[in-house]
């Protein structure tokens, strides 16, 4: 059996564009993402909002594609790929977080997976008899689910951060499959979420071609995340075919123990990737691998809104509110998050816990993104004034009153409603 190997490399801006390929290659990217078949970016967006460590950085974005052009892929069988969640817009968020200017630079195709013309099929169509291995989704979703026909035979590469996350620990390459594999009602599986990043993998190494992550530390999330964290500039990459690997990796530079994290315990006891770092072969920056950053983790200094989810999924709220979840009353749920998240976190505590990592050369670089210039190499100037917030204050307080509105738009539940009355006024 092959030796699981993750690339890692310390970076900086003026060199970021060629330390990306560099990356990948020393990861093997092209012995993994054919070039005949289509490959999706997956961007994660975990905030609307641009946030440290939150989401896909432009300059990650831009770095893959270059690369990927660079060793001669083509350019119209890459596109970047979005999904949708109830509280998350994808549509601001590849505007605030900059990935559009990114893909739009390059001429690609970028796809958000949950609009109109995307076509859907039921799971068992796509993978068959691997229902039959699933840890959880068969009980989580007794009728089935649905996933992106489009997927079928694509090579996937996904763009998570180094970060924490309230319900599994850390997040990263496992977690980032999430949003675009399941359907609109995957809050479903929260109370079993990390057998349910084991089943997905499965369900990844069955239906695509390719699949490969490249994850950015140039900032790194500590805390409560994806959101709510306390950002630190960590001035590393990584990129891995080993989605386990990578997860495991980043969670050591981290300061936790990979295989006491149980998605990567599960998911490699079963067989699906390497997370014991003894195991790993590490190539690159070695010295860069051997740190380990200390970080508190998400438990610590939990936020209002994430302890009254670990009260709900797993605490003593489970049983009185969690069946409301898989209801048309589910959408309370959705409100809570916005008003906590956009209309009080952001607006009030981000500029704040935002200053240092925008005084970075990485801030400095996110906020002037439009007007800088790249070489072959990376981005000699980015700017000699410390950067500012690129919306707080009460400029968040009102955007968010618009993501209030989208969300009950979009809540799958109202929506479901909809169809139904659509199709009896036609009958």
């Known amino acids: 059996m092959t030796r699981a190997k993750v690339a890692i ?85 590849e505007r605030e977080n900059k990935h559009v200017h990114v ?55 996904h763009l998570p951060t180094v970060k924490t996350h309230v319900f599994t620990t850390t997040t990263g390459a496992m977690k980032n499959a999430f ?53 630190h500039v960590k001035n590393v990459i990584l990129a891995s075919a080993d989605q386990v690997a990578i997860d495991a990796v980043a969670a050591k530079l981290m300061g936790f123990d990979p295989l006491s994290i149980r998605y990567l315990r599960l998911a490699h006891d079963a067989g699906l990737g390497c997370a014991d770092p003894r195991e790993i072969e590490i190539v690159g920056d070695r010295d860069a691998a051997a740190e380990n950053w200390r970080f508190v983790g998400p438990f610590e200094h939990m936020t209002f809104a994430s302890r009254m989810q670990h009260l709900i999924y797993w605490g003593p709220l489970k049983k009185p509110m969690e069946w409301s979840l898989r209801t048309v009353l589910a959408p309370w749920a959705y409100v809570a998050s916005v008003v906590y998240h956009d209309s009080y976190w952001y607006p009030l505590k981000a500029k704040r816990m935002m200053r240092a990592a925008l005084e970075s050369p990485w801030g400095r670089l996110f906020c002037d993104w439009e007007h800088v210039s790249a070489d072959a190499n990376g981005y ?48």
């Open 179 to 231: 949003g675009g594999l399941l359907n609109e009602r995957r809050h479903w599986t929260h109370p079993v979420i990390h057998e349910t990043l084991v089943d997905l993998l499965m369900i990844q190494k069955r239906i695509h071609r390719g699949v490969f992550a490249v994850m950015d530390g140039t900032f790194a999330g500590d805390g409560p995340g994806p959101r709510c964290m306390v950002p």
């Open 9 to 93: 490399l310390r970076t900086r801006p003026e060199t970021v564009l060629g330390d990306y390929h560099e990356l990948m290659n020393l990861a093997g990217y092209r012995d993994v993402i054919a070039p005949e078949a289509d490959t999706a970016l997956k961007v994660n967006i975990s905030w609307h909002f641009f946030f440290p460590a939150s989401s896909t950085t432009p300059w990650q974005l831009e770095g893959v594609i270059r690369a990927m052009l660079r060793d001669g892929y083509d350019r119209s069988l890459i596109h970047a790929c979005h999904n949708r969640t109830v509280v998350i817009d994808a549509r601001l968020g």
């Open 103 to 157: 893909v739009d630079a390059h001429g690609l195709r970028n796809l958000h997976i949950y609009e109109e013309g995307e076509v859907w099929m039921d799971v068992r169509d796509a993978v068959g008899d691997l229902t039959k291995k699933f840890l959880v989704l068969n009980d989580v979703y007794r009728d089935g689910f649905l996933i992106p026909r489009r997927f079928v035979g694509e090579n996937i590469i």
């Open 380 to 427: 000699p100037q980015v700017g000699a004034e410390p950067a500012e917030a690129p919306r707080t204050g009460l400029r968040a307080l009102a955007r968010s009153v618009g993501i209030l509105g989208t969300c009950l738009r979009e809540a799958p539940e109202f929506a479901l409603r909809r169809r139904r009355r659509a199709a009896a006024s036609r009958s």
